[in-house]
């Protein structure tokens, strides 16, 4: 990769002229831009692994419960419908590529783009947390199937249900919260990319957030196929 | 305004190059200055005195603990353990008992998860990580003030916790106990409490990590680093991966006692082994987070103060990310009972393993020492009290490790006894040699050595008189967190809470030599001890941006035969002949 400070030094003269990634100059216990970015970027990793690790807490949850009563998982996870399930993961997986453009649009500095592009994503997000509330969450709520102590499904098949109830919000609600999170995230980005704020030579953000937006796709589509496919 | 991180706004002037101690304006202004600042020496000083004051509340809690412990308790309590304890004298045994659990809580809970986690990397840490790599200030300055907060936010759930009556499920949080006793409320806030303080640990983890990898100064190595560096990087690593663990049991813990979902609940079909899982896996690798900081400690004080090359470096630093490693590999020592067998004697097995680098470290302090030039000054002694008492520490932990002695062994006193030679023999003793290695170049002022030896002489004698004791009265079978025993174990155990009045005396003769310094101790040099490490080539009290010049690393750390200290003259710190000198690294 180019290096930043290499094209960044044609800032001078064009002052307050010049779009605010032009501008950005690196903080000052930073020698170089390039450093900023790979600290920031070394940052957004290590974060990462901390994700991997929550949800490793419950993916193992489930792996346990899954062993102790095959049959309430099994039976639980037919009352899904695997088409909901198929049409987020396809949502997300649509929201994780413009996301991709998004990135690669501020670094060739096409900003329209950049915008349609993390728009897109936006509206992915809300189409994902729509489809899980209005078709999943609401009529199974309504109908009874809730976790723990709050379960009131009069025509549970086996004992332990509600446990499985409980594994299932639990899981896809610590995944809907960060789809929440990664749209608070996105809406914050269209703001600032509006501003001028990415640029070929500035798009720390958008990569981190880019990054973040990634292991939630991820984590669905591990969800997906434990949660849905497998009986 | 602080020393800027804004970018776009920031012009080098001079107002940044005073000394960071240096108020700004007046009091409402230097307030503000220090609640908004993102400078790490400023950050690591609010550290510093918040969780030295959670040290205070977990201490007192414990002194009450001794207090109650004075007598039996069998019948109802009299004399000085009934005053001290709510009802007063001839309250029943039962409320006795209850208000005991619950300061055993608090004590616990205070004590690990807001005074010695954050403890040292959070205060010394991140006051010297960047000092000692050069650098201006850590990786993410931001995210360094937000973990403060985030520490000062939790702390309060704690406090509020204290203020309304505590909680009584033991620092553990065992399932079905944590779900079920009563103080809704309270547990709900001490679980958030914990969560919350997770994130900031993982704050500080996370930045030092990065600052590590990207904040070193022109000609420092990976081997170039000071030791406390290494020992530092290895307890973020920890932080880092553990953190997320405990983070998410507790969320699920909390979904439990409020929801009641049934995961952790054997009522509802749970599983509270799990629970026990899920809690060791973070609970055992961050005993880890407490001890490496206080060992990083210990290896520059041992060299600076002894003149003498660090023996075995590399294998004192590897042996520090080896620790880092096994941590994750033997949390199910703590559940021999409630696991299989094999399980059982694999995981014993594991624990045997961690003897090995912390039997590295300790053969290369003592090696180190050898034909030093010792110098017998606070830090230096605490240096001293723990290899002694870390080292009783560590091998009372290796029957308790063995399966066939820990069956007789388990839930005694004789735990909490190896639990606390570790805990305060070894990261107490060496936050406080750190506190007093590194005070003059913290404030800027010298403490009373005379004095701080009276204190550091009364918390040994007293820290062995309260704990050696609790070996005996384990090994004889006193159990652990009851609040009433027979009356065989009498003598001992007043002689233990006498013990803890000496070991209190002692914090006092301390806390009064850090204020007296504080108001008139005398100046600091630039460079006290000799040191050779980068934090003593700043201004005796550092600049707000640390370095006058950014600074380049000629010498390794411990170069003592060959190097002037920094700020030093050459006939206070004499160079043996350099044709004896062996250049070997």
Known sequence: MATFDSQASDVAGDGAKAPLWKRYKAGHHWRTQDDEFDAAKIGIWLFLATEVLLFSGLFCAYAVFRMLYPEAISAGSGYLDWRFGFSNTVVLLISSFTMAMAIRDVQLNRQRWATINLSITWVCAALFLAIKFIFEYGPKWAEGKRPGNLFDYAYASTSHEHVWWSIYYMSTGVHATHVLIGMGLIAWLIYRQRKGAYGPTHFTMMEGVGLYWHIVDLVWIFLFPLLYLVH | ?585
């Open chain 2, 1 to 585: 305004m602080t020393t800027v991180d804004r970018a776009l706004d920031h012009v080098h002037d001079d107002h940044h190059d005073v000394p960071y101690l240096t108020p700004k304006g007046g009091p409402v202004a230097t307030v503000w200055d220090w609640m908004t600042t993102v400078d790490h020496k400023k950050i690591g000083v609010m550290y510093l005195f918040s969780v030295l004051f959670m040290f205070f509340l977990g201490g007192v809690a414990a002194l009450m603990l001794r207090i109650e412990l004075l007598e039996p308790t069998r019948q109802t309590a009299a004399g000085l353990t009934g005053a001290a304890f709510a009802g007063g004298e001839g309250s029943s045994v039962g409320a006795v008992g209850q208000f005991y659990n619950t300061v055993m809580t608090m004590h616990g809970a205070i004590m690990v998860f807001m005074f010695i986690v954050p403890g040292i990397p959070a205060s010394l840490g991140n006051f010297f990580l960047p000092l000692m790599l050069g650098a201006k200030d850590v990786a993410f300055p931001r995210l360094n003030l937000a973990s403060w907060y985030v520490y000062v936010f939790g702390s309060m759930f704690g406090v509020y916790v204290i203020l309304t009556g505590g909680v009584d499920t033991g620092w553990t949080f065992y399932t079905p106990y944590s779900t079920t006793t009563d103080g809704q409320p309270q547990v709900v806030a001490m679980i958030l409490a914990v969560f919350v303080l997770g994130f900031s640990s993982i704050f500080t983890g996370l930045n030092f990590i990065v600052t590590v990898h990207k904040l070193r100064p022109p000609g420092m190595g990976w081997f170039d680093m000071p030791l406390f560096i290494w020992a530092l990087y290895a307890t973020s690593i920890i932080q880092v991966l553990a953190t997320p663990v405990i983070g998410v049991t507790f969320l699920l813990l909390l979904f439990e006692r409020l929801f009641q979902i049934g995961i952790f609940d054997p009522g509802l079909g749970g599983d509270p082994v799990l629970f026990q899982h899920f809690f060791w896996f973070y609970s055992h690798p961050v005993v880890y987070v407490m001890i490496l900081p206080a060992m990083g400690i210990i290896s520059e004080v041992l060299a600076i103060h002894s003149r003498k090359r660090l023996f075995g470096y590399r294998a004192i630093a590897f042996s520090s990310l080896a620790i880092a490693a096994v941590s994750f590999l033997v949390w199910g020592h703590h559940m021999f009972t409630s696991q299989g067998e094999l399980a059982a004697m694999i995981f014993s097995a594991l624990t045997f393993l961690v003897a090995i680098p912390t039997a590295v470290k300790v053969f290369n302090w003592i090696a180190t020492l050898y034909k030093g030039s010792i110098a017998w000054n606070t830090p230096m002694l605490y240096a001293m009290q723990f290899l002694f008492l870390f080292s009783i520490g560590g091998l009372t932990g290796l029957p308790l490790g063995a399966l066939s002695t820990d069956l007789h062994l388990h839930d005694s006193y004789f735990v909490v006894a190896h639990f606390h030679y570790v805990m305060f023999g070894g990261t107490v003793i060496a936050f406080l040699s750190g506190i007093h290695h590194w005070w003059p170049k913290m404030f800027g002022r010298m403490y009373n050595e005379f004095w701080a030896k009276i204190g550091c002489a009364l918390v040994f004698v007293g820290f062995n008189v309260t704990f050696f004791t609790q070996f005996f009265l384990g090994t004889q079978g006193m159990p652990r967190r009851y609040a009433s025993y027979v009356d065989e174990f009498t003598t001992l155990h007043q002689i233990s809470t006498y013990g803890s009045w000496v070991l209190a005396l002692g914090f006092v003769v301390h806390l009064f030599v850090f204020i007296h310094s504080l108001i008139v101790g005398e100046r600091a040099p630039q460079n006290p001890w000799g040191g050779l490490s980068l934090e003593w080539e700043t201004d005796p009290v550092p600049l707000e941006h640390n370095f006058r010049h950014e600074p380049i690393c000629k010498h390794g750390p411990y170069d003592f035969e060959t190097t002037v200290p920094p700020g030093c003259d050459e006939k206070d710190f004499p160079l043996p002949p350099q044709d004896e000198v062996r250049t070997v690294h």
